[in-house]
């Protein structure tokens, strides 16, 4: 399985942004996918993450309101649209992926079996 991240780059304060998870390799009704992100100096954090047919959700708090995630199960992609963006939000993000038949979300780094390279988001002025 292999996951590609794009969408990322610099943007001002209160911009938006959207990033892509293009998977392939198999069936993105297959797994549960997460996002994350990484600042310098900083552990991986979990930001968001979905379920298999892309009825539940989860955020970490400081983007609640701010970002929504979102699957396209036909194309093989995932989405993570970013608005209100602020400097605090810089951060490489990964997306990731997990093998389950739960349709479940799951929350953290540990549970992911396949991760993306990342893509660099900059807030900024």
């Known amino acids: 399985l292999q996951l590609v991240e794009s969408g990322g780059g610099l943007v001002q304060p209160g911009g938006s942004l959207r990033l892509s998870c293009v998977v392939s390799?198999?069936?993105?009704?297959?797994?549960?996918i997460g996002w994350f992100r990484q600042a310098p100096g900083k552990e991986r954090e979990g930001v968001s993450c979905i379920n298999n047919s892309g009825g539940r959700t989860k955020y970490t708090d400081s983007v609640k309101g701010r970002f929504t995630i979102s699957r396209d199960n036909a194309k093989n992609t995932v989405y993570l649209q970013m608005n209100s963006l602020r400097p605090e939000d810089t951060a490489v993000y990964y997306c990731?992926?997990?093998?389950?038949?739960?349709?479940?979300?799951?929350?953290?780094?540990?549970?992911?079996?396949?991760w993306g390279q990342g893509t660099q988001v900059t807030v900024s002025s």
């Open positions: 390799g198999e069936s993105l009704d297959y797994y549960a």
């Open positions: 990731a992926a997990r093998g389950s038949n739960l349709d479940v979300t799951y929350w953290g780094t540990n549970w992911y079996d396949y």
